[in-house]
């Protein structure tokens, strides 16, 4: 299979960062879930409890989704990023604190991280994005590496993975977009 097309290298590419997703996403949810935890040890009287299902719902949504989603962006901003391993991760852990983490931070979802909690919640949490961002990046290039080792059945994974978890990625992009212009933005003009 030839993918030296400038179209079969970027379905390759995206394909090999939404599989990278799935284990960073599985990771960085269950981050956001230990994240919580410590805010609920340090500030027990905002805790709500644990409940296995909230865990399940962390880990697949804000977890798997945003990641996905930000595997779609990463696929588009690969060739664009440092070719070092390190540096890569680094630049992506940056952009994605920026891109994801400052918006997420400023709007303040149900009023969660300021109060108390802010001085451990929003470091916490901008870590969280930054570590995700530098994940999904080495888990990618990972990938390549084996992918490139193999090209026959292994770029056909690419392709596979490309085709299968893209769906869910667009939708998952299309909502976050939309939330961003219809929550966040107003939420951050409320407060600020």
């Not at 392709?159 to 990625?169: K, R």
Request: aromatic share 12%.
């Amino acid at each position: 299979m030839n993918t030296d097309s400038g179209y079969g290298r970027f379905f390759e590419n995206a394909g090999i960062a939404l599989a990278a997703a799935v284990p960073a996403g599985l990771l960085m949810g269950v981050i956001l879930r230990v994240n919580m935890s410590i805010i609920a040890v340090a500030y027990p009287h905002l805790a709500t409890g644990f409940h296995w299902i909230s865990t399940l719902m962390i880990i697949l949504g804000p977890g798997l989704g945003v990641t996905l989603t930000n595997a779609v962006i990463f696929s588009l901003l690969h060739n664009r990023l440092p070719r070092e391993r390190r540096a890569k991760a680094i630049a992506y852990a940056l952009f994605t604190l920026i891109v994801y983490g400052t918006p997420f931070l400023l709007s303040n979802p149900g009023g969660e991280l300021f109060g108390p909690q802010a001085v451990l919640g929003v470091p916490l949490f901008a870590l969280a994005y930054a570590f995700n961002g530098a994940s999904l990046s080495w888990f990618a290039d990972g990938l390549k590496d084996w992918v490139r080792a193999n090209p026959m059945k292994r770029t056909r994974f690419a392709y596979t993975s490309c085709i299968l978890l893209s769906v869910p990625a667009l939708a998952m992009l299309g909502g976050i977009v939309f939330e961003i212009f219809t929550e966040m933005i107003p939420e951050i003009r409320n407060n600020w």
